[in-house]
């Protein structure tokens, strides 16, 4: 079955970096869009960036643009993003997600992300 697992969440300071993965299973990750969501306490989820089957195209929410980076490498059916220039308001659950053939939207456990002095 699909599986997606999440790691490399933690606290870091404002300013700080993290890099989260998401390992993928149980599908051909090469030919799926990869997406990161995030959820603050109290507020929606909401998507971070997403990326294509080959790498190819990338997209990003405007709160994030210029500061994270999301990858893939199909070798390793991970898909991870970079967060540089943390800020407090990136507190949040992070999931990785895929939507699969049937529509049906798929997610991990989550990983925790704090920005805090």
């Known amino acids: 079955q699909v599986q997606l697992v999440e790691s490399g969440g933690g606290l870091v300071q404002p300013g700080g970096s993290l890099r989260l993965s998401c390992e993928a299973s149980?599908?051909?990750?090469?030919?799926?869009?990869m997406r990161w969501y995030r959820q603050a306490p109290g507020k929606e989820r909401e998507m971070v960036a997403g990326?294509?089957?080959?790498?190819?195209?990338?997209n990003y929410a405007d709160s994030v643009t210029g500061r994270f980076t999301i990858s893939r490498d199909n070798n390793k059916n991970t898909v991870y993003l970079q967060m540089n220039s943390l800020k407090p308001e990136d507190t949040a659950v992070y999931y990785c997600?895929?939507?699969?053939?049937?529509?049906?939207?798929?997610w991990g456990q989550g990983t925790q992300v704090t920005v805090s002095s």
């Open positions: 997600s895929t939507l699969t053939r049937g529509g049906l939207r798929v």
């Open positions: 149980g599908f051909t990750f090469s030919t799926y869009t």
């Open positions: 990326i294509t089957g080959t790498g190819g195209v990338t």
